[in-house]
């Protein structure tokens, strides 16, 4: 039996989960409930969760609004770059607004990677719509899209067809568990890699780089999307030389090839005496000028008969002598081209040593000279083993310094096998080739299937590195750490290898290596770098370093991987002045070039103490999009729920991590903070280590411990601004709540004036609250009204109860119990009293909480409080005189209390004692 939109509506807005949210917005689809759907579809946008993605792009689809429904199918792509069924959906919604031609390029994705059925029948329309687009434009397919449909002539998608999953990060584990290298949980093992992975001809598929096609063109989605910066190599062909090198190869498709049809390759010469090459008895011949390269010249005019005459014995004598001087001169020719080639040989190895010299630098303002005297060295000696190594060895290269969506592989191992180059040297780019593409699972899988035959060489355990780093493996350092032992000349692993340590690993031992690499290249920008990003990871970092202002200045000089690392220093900078939007335009510049979860998580933890909600969520979504079990990234969006206020998604997202971990202390102990819940509070910082607590992110919600336990002590007057000013999770809700609790209103009223009018639903919550003691009763009703729109906890009811007995609106206190009958658990009896003995009737309410006890001395003091009002509005003097006098000798002398003690004739609370 079909539920109803009303009834959806009503269990999702108990709990809009991703599973409810999906249902809802299939119910929607076609629907008139327009107002509907702007609000689930906002809601399902900002889901991380795919089926709910594409959930709401079929509703946007079919309420007409197709750039919507793009742009949600994007974000879709993002999270599940291999899920064909995201494509076939983004396809439709691409040909329905009239662009067939990037249609047809996210369809035949969508056919190759597994799509459904309905995917080939919207490429088959999608081609035959090319030609209409071409001559009439895209409003002229939409129309003739649109009678197709109405005609019949198009198959309707099947209504019961499986929504998609994620199943990106289900190949990734997969792959590692291949030979012990799994992640905690295993899934589909990943394909095989492709006997030919060609390389698109556009940038990426979306702004953060995912592009996980397998030899398909990626779609340009125009504004919608910011392709990075990468690459500039040429995307295939035959060897480098100065002109090969620089030129897109189109790629051209497979046809089948019987084996037995191909040619045979000669056998190999034998060992007592050398084979002379082709080329080199050709050019010998030329020389002699036996043979013409072009063929014969034609005669201009006919043909001329010969004169008849005697024969001579001289035209013998001449024909033998011809001969001889022939044959002497080829001989000559040939060991002349031979010295030619040995000196050319030697000229091509001179030249190939600078090149690894200058690869093994890792410095990117050398890679284009690297290109062109690579193909200088193919030029003097086309079949050179060396040549054809180091040609492979740049192309990886290349992909780490400057990004790799650009970068194929293709050519150059043919080539390298062709002159006899083993497979295991060859392992690393069979793992780069699946990297760069960002098919981080095809990665995984090759490095799997490699790592006892190539795990002594540098090159694969580089990229082997960078794969576990992409996947959110913190066995990155151990590979970069074995790759910088074997060649300690390339330099590129140990770049690396200080960047995963300062953002994964210890900041300060990181600090001492980027220090030592520092001093050891004191010209190279990499190594200030470093040292900045050390310093910015480090938890207890102090003054800024010197480099820091110098690499903030250069991020163009820099390699991709450091590249984020001065718009994060900027940031940092500019938080420290107050000066909240320069750092913001810088946090964005940063994730455009973030590259692991790692960079962009870092990210999105500085852009949380901006207070950009949007900006935090991004980088979340950067950070998952490359990987979903990377702790720090999940973290990361547990902490922008808790910007929004939502604060069950918050926990949802926080689960299966350790407890012991500061961050996911942090979310739990905050989410248990707002919910009163001073249990959940202790367990969770608890689980930190006693000197993790004493770090200065920490104290803060530490310090909200004892205020809830009813000790205010160290936040009064100015040291509550003080705390209020920092950046630390909480620091200004705690002291804020400090000021309100005791009665200091200045105190928060300065606080008030730091938010500057930021009205997100935590801080409103406070906002209502002072400006009801203010007597501002219709900024508290604004402001209460606003915090409901969070997670709606026992503190956030209490406000608006509070504000709406203020106003004089009793009777709608009084229905709010209705509209949210699960909030508080049993303390809701005692708001729900106080609001019917404010509303008149105090029997009632008198008789409804005569058999209750009120709140335990060790509850959270908020509840407490909340009794005091029930006492106070009863007029219960001989239970709530006592009750009321220790709340108020706590120190907690706010007007709520106040208004109580007068009530119950406890006296007026002293104002707390400042020290």
Known sequence: MFESIDVLYARWQENPDASRTAALCDALRGSRRLDLVDIVGNHAARQLDVPALVAAARMYTDTGRLEDAQQVLISAGRLAPRDGEVFR?????????????????????????????????????????????????????????????????????????????????????????????????????????????????????????QTAGVGLPQPDFGAHAAPLGGGTAAFGGGPPSSTLMRAAKPVL?????????????????????????????????????????????????????????????????????????????????????????????????????????????????????????????????????????????????????????????????????????????????????????????????????????????????????????????????????????????????????????????????????????RTKYPTRPEGAALVTLAWARNPARGEPPAEAKEVSDKPDALPMPLKAVPYAARALLALETHKIDEAKTALTKGLAVSDTPGIASWLGGIALTTGDEALARKAALAAVSYSAVYPPARVLAARVALLGARLDEALKAAEELPPASPDVAVVTAAVAYEKLDGERMSRALEAVPDDVKKRPFLVPLVRGQALLGGNPAGLLGDKAVAMADDDFPWADLVAMDAALDTGDLDTAAKIAAQWAGDSRPLRALRLARLARYQG????????????????????????????????????????????????????????????????????????????????????????????????????????????????????????????????????????????
């Not at 309707?156 to 905690?184: H, Y």
């Not at 394909?191 to 990426?204: E, F, I, K, Y």
């Not at 005297?373 to 030029?379: K, P």
């Open 776 to 915: 501002k009763l219709e900024d508290a009703d604004k402001y209460s009204r606003a915090a409901l729109e969070g997670t709606v906890t026992l503190r956030t009811l209490t406000e608006r109860v509070f504000s709406l007995i203020a106003a004089g609106k009793a009777h709608d206190a009084v229905v709010l119990f209705k509209t949210y009958p699960n909030v508080g658990g049993p303390l809701a009896k005692w708001l729900r009293a106080y609001a019917v003995a404010s509303n008149g009737k105090v029997e009632e309410a008198r008789a409804s909480i005569a058999q209750e006890d009120p709140p335990p001395p060790l509850s959270p003091m908020p509840s407490r409080i909340i009794a005091a009002a029930a006492y106070g509005a009863t007029k219960d003097a001989r239970h709530g005189a006592d009750y009321v006098k220790s709340i108020a000798q706590a120190g907690f002398a706010n007007p709520d209390v106040a208004a109580a003690a007068e009530k119950v004739g406890a006296g007026k609370p002293a104002p707390p004692k400042r020290k």
């Open 89 to 209: 959906w983004l396809g439709e919604v691409l040909l329905r607004r009239g662009d067939a031609e990037r249609a047809e390029k996210v369809l035949e994705r969508a056919v190759q990677i597994g799509g459904s059925a309905q995917a080939q029948t919207w490429l088959t329309h999608a081609r035959t719509l090319l030609t209409t687009q071409r001559s009439s434009g895209m409003m002229a397919v939409a129309h003739e899209l649109a009678q197709m449909i109405e005609s019949g002539a198009h198959e309707a998608p099947d209504a019961d067809e499986l929504e998609t999953q994620i199943r990106g990060q289900d190949e990734v584990r997969a792959a590692l568990s291949k030979a012990g290298l799994a992640l905690p949980a295993a899934g589909r093992a990943p394909a095989p890699p492709p006997a030919n992975r060609t390389r698109p001809l556009d940038d990426g598929l979306f702004g953060l780089g």
């Open 253 to 517: 498709p497979e046809l089948p090839v019987n084996p037995k049809l191909l040619p045979q390759r000669p056998p190999a010469p034998s060992s007592h005496g050398r084979v002379p090459e082709p080329r080199d008895v050709l050019e010998a011949l030329q020389i002699a000028g036996v043979y013409e390269p072009d063929g014969a010249v034609s005669p201009v005019g006919a043909w001329a008969a010969p004169e008849r005459g005697r024969r001579r014995i001289g035209s013998l004598i001449s024909l033998i002598t011809l001969a001889a001087v022939t044959v002497g001169g080829a001989t000559g020719a040939y060991y002349y081209v031979k010295d030619k080639r040995a000196k050319q040989h030697v000229e091509a190895e001179a030249m190939l040593a600078q090149v690894d010299a200058d690869l093994a630098a890792s410095n990117t303002t050398l890679l284009e000279s690297v290109e062109q005297r690579l193909g200088q060295a193919f030029d003097l000696e086309s079949r050179s083993p060396h040549a054809a190594l180091t040609w492979v060895h740049e192309r990886a290269m290349l992909g780490l310094l400057k990004g790799g969506e650009n970068v194929a592989f293709e050519d150059s191992v043919q080539r390298a096998k062709e002159v006899g180059i083993p497979e295991k040297q060859l392992a690393f780019a069979n793992v780069a080739s699946f990297l760069f593409q960002g098919d981080t699972a095809g990665a995984a899988a090759a490095v799997a299937k490699w790592d006892s035959v190539a795990s002594d060489d540098a090159w694969f355990q580089l990229v082997a590195g960078a794969t576990f780093e992409r996947a959110g493996d913190a066995r990155a350092v151990d590979r970069y750490a074995a790759a910088t032992k074997l060649d300690p000349s390339v330099l590129a692993a140990q770049m690396l290898l200080v960047r995963t340590s300062a953002v994964d690993g210890d900041a300060e031992k990181a600090s001492e290596v980027a220090k030592e690499f």
